[in-house]
């Protein structure tokens, strides 16, 4: 099943059009109803949404097809702000892609150049990408340019987008797909990476993980490893961008454990249940 998974994340600069890209993604995938559909749809506090910045890393798993082949594409949207940092290396631990988003009126930037580099130290394959190709003032050339000599690569390599119009998006996930690796998992030991958790006040700690092996399932007795905590797995599933429950989770996906632990654990984030 591993091989038709697909894990990454879009990375950029803030205000480059990550967020309004990702809306592309769930509308073209059908992840979202298009009545149910509204701007910056991933950022769900109003924080994010007053200001119109990611502050909080959400991962959506999302359904396509290409070439009459069915994936599971796995998007983590990342802050874009440099002062969030720590959540962006977060979610690169649980990926093996990221989409390079660059505006196509600013073109390369600061937080850019930061986020490229998290992404090269981890090993992840990286596609480039010209965002707001619609606008009158984009320099796609001079852009492409840019990004072309940053990663040493040729111009056509690197993919035309708009996120606002949904042009070129189409073409951005058939090269997810064929560019980014599917994930290498052990279909036998269970083990997942915890790379980000919630708390609900009744269902406790939630533990948002990628799993590196095996399978989980609901009623399950499981440990948190650097905390010592044992636990019992409450609920699993994935996130449709709500939670939503499945029967388990296998190798290669990225979901959520509920684990009814109400008390604070020593560790969580980087742990390994």
Request: glycine share 8%.
């Amino acid at each position: 099943m591993s091989n038709s998974i697909r894990n990454f994340c879009i990375v950029a600069h803030i205000d480059h059009g990550k967020s309004t890209l990702a809306d592309r993604m769930l509308e073209l995938t059908g992840t979202i109803e298009k009545r149910r559909m509204r701007d910056q749809v991933l950022d769900r506090m109003e924080l994010e949404r007053e200001r119109g910045i990611t502050i909080k890393m959400t991962p959506v798993r999302m359904a396509y097809s290409s070439l009459r082949t069915a994936y599971t594409l796995n998007l983590i949207d990342t802050p874009g702000h440099i002062d969030f940092s720590y959540e962006v290396s977060r979610a690169l631990s649980a990926v093996e892609g990221v989409v390079l988003l660059v505006d196509a009126t600013q073109g390369v930037q600061a937080q850019t150049l930061s986020v490229l580099e998290l992404a090269k130290n981890a090993g992840l394959k990286i596609i480039p990408a010209v965002n707001k190709i619609d606008l009158p003032v984009a320099d796609i050339v001079g852009t492409k340019a840019e990004i072309a000599e940053l990663l040493g690569i040729e111009a056509t390599e690197i993919l035309e987008v708009s996120g606002k119009t949904g042009k070129g998006v189409s073409e951005l996930l058939d090269a997810i797909i064929s560019r980014v690796p599917p994930p290498k998992a052990n279909e036998a030991s269970l083990r997942a990476l915890v790379f980000d958790y919630a708390y609900d006040e009744h269902r406790g700690i939630i533990l948002y993980v990628r799993m590196l092996g095996g399978r989980v399932s609901k009623g399950e007795a499981l440990v948190l490893l650097g905390a010592e905590q044992g636990f019992v797995a409450q609920e699993v599933g994935f996130f449709l961008p709500e939670r939503t429950h499945s029967i388990s989770l296998e190798a290669g996906e990225i979901g959520y454990i509920m684990t009814g632990v109400k008390g604070l654990v020593r560790t969580t984030v980087g742990d390994t249940v």
